[in-house]
Structures are given as structure tokens and as C-alpha cells.
């Protein structure tokens, strides 16, 4: 790799003291693909966070001091994606500080800038003065007409995988941990929240301050500044959301003190003291996002039945799988997700029974089987240990890692009998706490607790998680209300005009089995009697938004449609939903339109949304 020295500018702006070729570049193979960091020679341990959020300029602006843990190391490395780093200094052990040289290499497009600190043999801590860039990856800048109250602008980060560098220099690789302590200023009425201990309450003077004394890896850093309010759900859980957004929200959430009650039973007690939630405006691009103790939601989880809440379930359960015990490197991205997404329905099951559960279950396993097609049945993305050298982790975002990953330890849980299991699970969590793990970390353990685990199933354990595509092995799902839903369609389909669909009970889940299993609708009878009796073109849960529109671009949308697409690209930023709907536009004669809507709508997406909406209309060839 080429090395570029900017020292002339260096000299100018540290003062440098040293000869800027006495840092060496070193040649150790990178333990993460995602981060320049070295964490081997020297690593951070503790941040002290400084900083203000300028909404004039739409610039985070600071001091990162870190402490830091060095076997006599030349240099340390930090990650940077277009940060304009300022002044670094090297504190001692007696408190001095001093001037110091950094070397930056040539940026990859993906993972950014190593930044190399020249440090001293008593070097404990470092001091960067730095602002992040205008285009931070992980920064999300509304204006006030662009919130529900209309009154104060609003700003929120998502650090995962590897933007946390893009508004902090930091060792970004989710294998090293450290602990943090903030300062955040912010505008005079504005509250802040990070994914730390939070004020319950606006402060007078802007000014807040967070901890976390539990050592976490920089993608779960997190800060959402805004107009938003905070009300109690149970004595260590509540909701934070904008006025207009907050009683919906703790209605919609009031079970969630009981998945905390249930996950603790399940696999220990939970490890982050609270656990509350915030609800962010309409463009945050996940579902949700684990933040420790405080979780990033999107608005479109509210729909007044409660129908969307496993995503809670979800985002609680990686306070124990991801957020305790975390992949090593984005390659064993499934040890979070795939254990998240099978403990996530383990809380279901024991909040709203098996039926229910199964249920969510089912559409998952349609997910996977639809994703393997997708990709091939041989493809190396759908192994569940991933090789992605050179790669950007984005590409480990697939439903391999969650669904094929809780499809093995639903495997292993049939094999080795629940009670088992569940101790298995237990001890798991308990013996790699606030640590990283591999894939062959957590076969080491399944093996070892099980020494007389069948050799069978270690071989079928093995292939789910080196081969590709799915190892036959059909889990048993109670799916008596999909059942039913076929039989509607079916009915239904003959005769759209005079059957009156049973669908008085259905739940969202149901709904999305009944237009997964929808035919081709030709002469557009099965559309117009849908709308005319349901009215999909105006719902409000976007679950069901999502497959009514999608069924219609797949239909020969007509012209007259296309306002309701429109009007959901514009509203909503997940990017879950947005991003299928432009590849669908686009295949199905709409691309015009696609770029079109694309255009008006970009604003107001996060950067993420937007790169990937703008990858996918205008590749790079
Ligand atoms: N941690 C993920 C979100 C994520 C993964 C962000 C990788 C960036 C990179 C979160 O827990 C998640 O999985 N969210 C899902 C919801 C879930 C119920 C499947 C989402 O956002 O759709
Ligand atoms: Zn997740």
C-alpha cells in the first residue's frame, strides 16, 4: 500500500518536534479487514468525548482524549473516514503533555484513513482536536421542517458497521473495547441522549454529560440530539420520542419491562442497568439499532396494535448477543445477528406463545430460502463465516446472517433438547462477556461443553457454517394460521370480487403471508377489490405499505399509483423498505420515475439510505 505524508502540513499544524521518517510503517498483518488499527501493539481503553454540535455549520467538533495501552509501541493507529483531524498531543505519566507527528495514508473509498500517532515511551494518553467532515457517513443533519415539531433541527449517528470513524477518531473495529465518558454542548432547548447513562430531563444550558463504564466497541456509539422527551415505561425501561410521537410510542411499547423480565430468564441477568428506547424521525435507515441502554428505533415500528414489536425483542436481545459477547471482525457477523434473531424469538414465544412465534418464524425462513436464490445456492455470502478481505462489511448485511444463523442453533436446539440448550446458551454469554468471539471460538465452546455432542452434528454444525447455501435440515414450524391464509388467498384469487376474505383477526404477519402468496394479477380485479374493501393505498402500517406497493409495481403499476410510491419514498428512509422499491421500480420499466422520486427524496435520507439508493441508480461501472 502506498503511504502519502502530509508533512509539510503535520509540521504546521502539531509542531512537530520529531523527524517525520522515524515513523516506520509496520508489517503486520491487519487482524481485522475493516481497521487499519493495530490493537496488538498499542490500543484505547477510555475515551474522554468533548464535543459541541454545530447546526449551523453541520459539524461535530472536538476532543477525543483517549487513553491508551501500549507495549512500547512507535505509533498508534486510529481510524478516520473524513475527519479533518487539527492538533494531536501525547500526555505522560505525569500529566505532561506534548507535540507529536502523524502520518495519514492514502484513503481507501471504504474503510477511510489510517491515521499513525508517533507516541513516546511514557505515552498514556492521546489528545485530538478534530471536526467531522460534510459528508460523515454516520451523522444525519435534519432541519426543523424536516422533524415533527418543526421547532429545533435534529441530528443522530449510526456508527455500525464502520462509520463510528466518520464523527470520532477511534479504533473501529469491533473487536477492541473501551470505555467512554462524554461532554456534548448543543443548542440552548435541544436534549441529548447517547448510548450511555442519559438525563431524563432538557438541561438548562445545552450542556450534558454521559458515561459508560462498560467497555464497548466504537459501532455502538452513539448520539441523538433533537426536541424529544422521555416517559417511564417500567422501573429500569422507558421512551424517548418527540411529543407528537412519545404516549403513541409508550403504548406501543408497554410490554417491553416484560421482555426484559423474559430475555433475563432465559440467559442471565441483563448486563447494562436500563434499558430504554428512542423513537427518531422517519429517516433513520434500520429498523433498529442496539445502542447499550438506550436502542434507535424507527417511527415505522409504531402502528397502534403493537404488531411490530419482535423488532424490541430483537434490539434487547443484542444487549446479550452483540452487545456482550460481539463478533471479532464483521467476518462473524452472524454470531450476532443469527444469535439475536434466534433469542429474539425465544422472547416472543415466551411473551405471545408458540403459535405466534412460529409464525414470525415462517416469514423468516421464506426470507432466507428467497435470499439463497438470490445469491446462489453456492455463493460464498451465503456461509455463515463470511471472507470479506478487500470487501465492504456491508456486503455481510444479508438475511444469510440472521436467518440461516438462527436456523442453526434452532437446529441445535432440537438436536440437544431445550433445557440443555438453554444452559448452553447461558454459560455462553456468562464465559465470553465483554469480550469478542469467532466462529471457531463458539464451535470450541459448543464442543467442548458437549464432549459426546454426536459426530453427526458436528458435521452438520460444521457445514452451516463454512459451506454455502442451506444443509438439509427443515425445522418445525405450528403454522395452522399460514395455513389458513392460503386457503383465503386461494379463494380469494378465484373469485376477487365476491369472496369476502376471513381476515377479521389477521395480523401483520398474516397479511404478509396472504401477498407473498397473491398471484399475478393480469386484468388488475384482485387490486382494485383489495383497495376497495382494505384501502392499502392509505395504511399506515408500513409493513403492509411495503407489500401493497411493491404487489403493484410487480403489476403494471399505472400512472395514477405512482403518487402513493411517491409519497412513501418521501416519508420514510428505512432503508429496509426504500431501497427494494427503487430495484423494483427500476425493473419493472419504472427506472425514469425511480430516479425521479430518488431526486426529490434524497435530502431528506440518512447517508446511508442514500449511498445505497445511489449505488444501486447510478453504478459505478
Ligand atoms: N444491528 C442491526 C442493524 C445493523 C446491522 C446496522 C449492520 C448496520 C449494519 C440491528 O440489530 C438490526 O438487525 N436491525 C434490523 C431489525 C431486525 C428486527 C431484523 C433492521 O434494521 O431491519
Ligand atoms: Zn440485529
Redesign the pocket.
Same mark, same amino acid.
Given at each position: 500500500m502506498k503511504y502519502f505524508y502530509l508533512s509539510f502540513l503535520c509540521c504546521m499544524l502539531l509542531n512537530c518536534k520529531q523527524n517525520i521518517s522515524a515513523v516506520k510503517k509496520l508489517d503486520v498483518e491487519r487482524p481485522d479487514p475493516h481497521s487499519f488499527s493495530q490493537p496488538q501493539l498499542a490500543r484505547t481503553t477510555h475515551l474522554e468525548l468533548d464535543i459541541e454540535c454545530d447546526f449551523e455549520q453541520k459539524k461535530i467538533k472536538g476532543i477525543a482524549t483517549y487513553d491508551i495501552e501500549q507495549k512500547e509501541a512507535i505509533e498508534i493507529i486510529l481510524d478516520d473516514l473524513g475527519l479533518n483531524i487539527q492538533e494531536v498531543k501525547l500526555i505522560d505519566d505525569h500529566n505532561n503533555e506534548s507535540n507529536t507527528e502523524i502520518r495519514m495514508d492514502a484513503p481507501d473509498s471504504t474503510l477511510g484513513t489510517a491515521v499513525h500517532i508517533a507516541l513516546q515511551k511514557n505515552t498514556k494518553k492521546i489528545k485530538i482536536k478534530y471536526e467531522s467532515g460534510p459528508d460523515a457517513t454516520a451523522l444525519q443533519w435534519l432541519n426543523p421542517l424536516q422533524t415533527n415539531s418543526k421547532r429545533y433541527p435534529y441530528l443522530f449517528t449510526q456508527s455500525? @458497521?464502520i462509520f463510528a470513524r466518520s464523527w470520532i477518531p477511534c479504533q473501529d473495529g469491533p473487536g477492541i473495547r473501551f470505555t467512554y465518558h462524554a461532554k456534548v454542548k448543543v443548542p440552548v432547548g435541544m436534549m441529548a441522549a447517547m448510548s450511555a447513562t442519559n438525563p431524563q430531563e432538557k438541561s438548562a444550558n445545552g450542556q450534558y454529560e454521559f458515561n459508560m463504564e462498560i467497555p464497548i466497541p466504537a459501532y455502538l456509539m452513539a448520539l441523538a440530539v433533537g426536541d424529544f422527551y422521555f416517559k417511564p415505561i417500567g422501573l429500569r425501561t422507558g421512551v424517548y420520542a418527540d411529543s407528537s410521537v412519545l404516549d403513541k410510542a409508550v403504548w406501543e411499547f408497554a410490554d417491553l419491562e416484560k421482555m426484559v423480565v423474559a430475555a433475563e430468564q432465559l440467559y442471565g441477568p441483563y448486563p447494562w442497568t436500563r434499558y430504554d428506547v428512542i423513537v427518531l424521525p422517519s429517516s433513520f435507515p434500520? %429498523? %433498529?439499532? /442496539?445502542n447499550p441502554r438506550l436502542t434507535f428505533l424507527t417511527p415505522t415500528v409504531i402502528t397502534s396494535d403493537r404488531s411490530l414489536t @419482535?423488532?424490541l425483542a $430483537? /434490539?434487547l436481545a $443484542?444487549s446479550w448477543s452483540g452487545n456482550l459477547v460481539t463478533n471479532s471482525t464483521w467476518e462473524d457477523f452472524w454470531l450476532n /445477528?443469527g444469535f439475536?434473531t434466534y433469542f429474539e424469538n425465544r422472547i416472543m414465544e415466551s411473551l405471545y406463545g408458540k403459535s405466534y412465534a412460529d409464525m414470525l418464524s415462517l416469514l423468516g425462513f421464506q426470507d432466507l430460502q428467497k435470499a439463497i436464490i438470490e445469491l446462489g445456492d453456492t455463493s460464498e455470502l451465503t456461509k455463515l463465516k463470511l471472507n470479506l478481505k478487500d470487501k465492504d462489511p456491508e456486503e455481510a448485511?444479508t438475511d444469510i446472517a440472521?436467518e440461516k444463523g438462527k436456523m442453526l442453533l434452532r437446529y441445535l436446539e432440537e438436536r440437544i433438547g431445550r433445557n440443555e440448550w438453554d444452559g448452553f446458551l447461558k454459560s455462553y454469554f456468562n464465559h465470553f462477556k465483554f469480550q469478542s468471539n469467532t466462529s471457531e471460538g463458539f464451535l470450541k465452546y459448543l464442543y467442548t461443553y458437549f464432549p459426546k455432542l454426536e459426530k453427526g452434528i458436528q458435521d452438520t454444525t460444521n457445514h452451516w457454517v463454512y459451506d454455502p447455501g442451506l444443509i438439509g435440515y427443515s425445522p418445525h414450524f405450528e403454522n395452522s394460521r399460514f395455513i389458513n391464509v392460503e386457503k383465503q388467498v386461494n379463494l380469494f384469487a378465484i373469485s376477487p370480487s365476491k369472496y369476502k376474505l376471513e381476515s377479521g383477526k389477521w395480523s401483520t404477519h398474516e397479511w404478509i403471508h396472504f401477498f407473498r402468496h397473491l398471484p399475478k394479477d393480469s386484468s388488475g380485479q384482485i387490486r382494485n377489490n383489495l383497495e376497495m374493501q382494505y384501502h392499502f393505498s392509505l395504511t399506515g402500517n408500513s409493513e403492509l405499505a411495503f407489500c401493497w406497493i411493491n404487489y403493484l409495481i410487480e403489476n403494471g403499476i399505472k400512472d395514477q399509483e405512482m403518487e402513493q410510491v411517491e409519497k412513501f419514498l418521501l416519508s420514510v428512509g428505512r432503508r429496509?423498505y426504500v431501497l427494494p422499491i427503487y430495484e423494483n421500480l427500476s425493473k419493472n420499466g419504472r427506472l425514469k420515475d425511480s430516479k425521479a422520486f430518488f431526486e426529490k427524496a434524497k435530502e431528506g435520507y440518512h447517508p446511508i439510505t442514500k449511498n445505497s439508493i445511489q449505488n444501486l441508480l447510478y453504478p459505478k461501472i
Amino acid at each position: 500500500m502506498k503511504y502519502f505524508y502530509l508533512s509539510f502540513l503535520c509540521c504546521m499544524l502539531l509542531n512537530c518536534k520529531q523527524n517525520i521518517s522515524a515513523v516506520k510503517k509496520l508489517d503486520v498483518e491487519r487482524p481485522d479487514p475493516h481497521s487499519f488499527s493495530q490493537p496488538q501493539l498499542a490500543r484505547t481503553t477510555h475515551l474522554e468525548l468533548d464535543i459541541e454540535c454545530d447546526f449551523e455549520q453541520k459539524k461535530i467538533k472536538g476532543i477525543a482524549t483517549y487513553d491508551i495501552e501500549q507495549k512500547e509501541a512507535i505509533e498508534i493507529i486510529l481510524d478516520d473516514l473524513g475527519l479533518n483531524i487539527q492538533e494531536v498531543k501525547l500526555i505522560d505519566d505525569h500529566n505532561n503533555e506534548s507535540n507529536t507527528e502523524i502520518r495519514m495514508d492514502a484513503p481507501d473509498s471504504t474503510l477511510g484513513t489510517a491515521v499513525h500517532i508517533a507516541l513516546q515511551k511514557n505515552t498514556k494518553k492521546i489528545k485530538i482536536k478534530y471536526e467531522s467532515g460534510p459528508d460523515a457517513t454516520a451523522l444525519q443533519w435534519l432541519n426543523p421542517l424536516q422533524t415533527n415539531s418543526k421547532r429545533y433541527p435534529y441530528l443522530f449517528t449510526q456508527s455500525q @458497521s464502520i462509520f463510528a470513524r466518520s464523527w470520532i477518531p477511534c479504533q473501529d473495529g469491533p473487536g477492541i473495547r473501551f470505555t467512554y465518558h462524554a461532554k456534548v454542548k448543543v443548542p440552548v432547548g435541544m436534549m441529548a441522549a447517547m448510548s450511555a447513562t442519559n438525563p431524563q430531563e432538557k438541561s438548562a444550558n445545552g450542556q450534558y454529560e454521559f458515561n459508560m463504564e462498560i467497555p464497548i466497541p466504537a459501532y455502538l456509539m452513539a448520539l441523538a440530539v433533537g426536541d424529544f422527551y422521555f416517559k417511564p415505561i417500567g422501573l429500569r425501561t422507558g421512551v424517548y420520542a418527540d411529543s407528537s410521537v412519545l404516549d403513541k410510542a409508550v403504548w406501543e411499547f408497554a410490554d417491553l419491562e416484560k421482555m426484559v423480565v423474559a430475555a433475563e430468564q432465559l440467559y442471565g441477568p441483563y448486563p447494562w442497568t436500563r434499558y430504554d428506547v428512542i423513537v427518531l424521525p422517519s429517516s433513520f435507515p434500520f %429498523g %433498529g439499532m /442496539e445502542n447499550p441502554r438506550l436502542t434507535f428505533l424507527t417511527p415505522t415500528v409504531i402502528t397502534s396494535d403493537r404488531s411490530l414489536t @419482535s423488532l424490541l425483542a $430483537h /434490539e434487547l436481545a $443484542h444487549s446479550w448477543s452483540g452487545n456482550l459477547v460481539t463478533n471479532s471482525t464483521w467476518e462473524d457477523f452472524w454470531l450476532n /445477528e443469527g444469535f439475536t434473531t434466534y433469542f429474539e424469538n425465544r422472547i416472543m414465544e415466551s411473551l405471545y406463545g408458540k403459535s405466534y412465534a412460529d409464525m414470525l418464524s415462517l416469514l423468516g425462513f421464506q426470507d432466507l430460502q428467497k435470499a439463497i436464490i438470490e445469491l446462489g445456492d453456492t455463493s460464498e455470502l451465503t456461509k455463515l463465516k463470511l471472507n470479506l478481505k478487500d470487501k465492504d462489511p456491508e456486503e455481510a448485511l444479508t438475511d444469510i446472517a440472521y436467518e440461516k444463523g438462527k436456523m442453526l442453533l434452532r437446529y441445535l436446539e432440537e438436536r440437544i433438547g431445550r433445557n440443555e440448550w438453554d444452559g448452553f446458551l447461558k454459560s455462553y454469554f456468562n464465559h465470553f462477556k465483554f469480550q469478542s468471539n469467532t466462529s471457531e471460538g463458539f464451535l470450541k465452546y459448543l464442543y467442548t461443553y458437549f464432549p459426546k455432542l454426536e459426530k453427526g452434528i458436528q458435521d452438520t454444525t460444521n457445514h452451516w457454517v463454512y459451506d454455502p447455501g442451506l444443509i438439509g435440515y427443515s425445522p418445525h414450524f405450528e403454522n395452522s394460521r399460514f395455513i389458513n391464509v392460503e386457503k383465503q388467498v386461494n379463494l380469494f384469487a378465484i373469485s376477487p370480487s365476491k369472496y369476502k376474505l376471513e381476515s377479521g383477526k389477521w395480523s401483520t404477519h398474516e397479511w404478509i403471508h396472504f401477498f407473498r402468496h397473491l398471484p399475478k394479477d393480469s386484468s388488475g380485479q384482485i387490486r382494485n377489490n383489495l383497495e376497495m374493501q382494505y384501502h392499502f393505498s392509505l395504511t399506515g402500517n408500513s409493513e403492509l405499505a411495503f407489500c401493497w406497493i411493491n404487489y403493484l409495481i410487480e403489476n403494471g403499476i399505472k400512472d395514477q399509483e405512482m403518487e402513493q410510491v411517491e409519497k412513501f419514498l418521501l416519508s420514510v428512509g428505512r432503508r429496509k423498505y426504500v431501497l427494494p422499491i427503487y430495484e423494483n421500480l427500476s425493473k419493472n420499466g419504472r427506472l425514469k420515475d425511480s430516479k425521479a422520486f430518488f431526486e426529490k427524496a434524497k435530502e431528506g435520507y440518512h447517508p446511508i439510505t442514500k449511498n445505497s439508493i445511489q449505488n444501486l441508480l447510478y453504478p459505478k461501472i
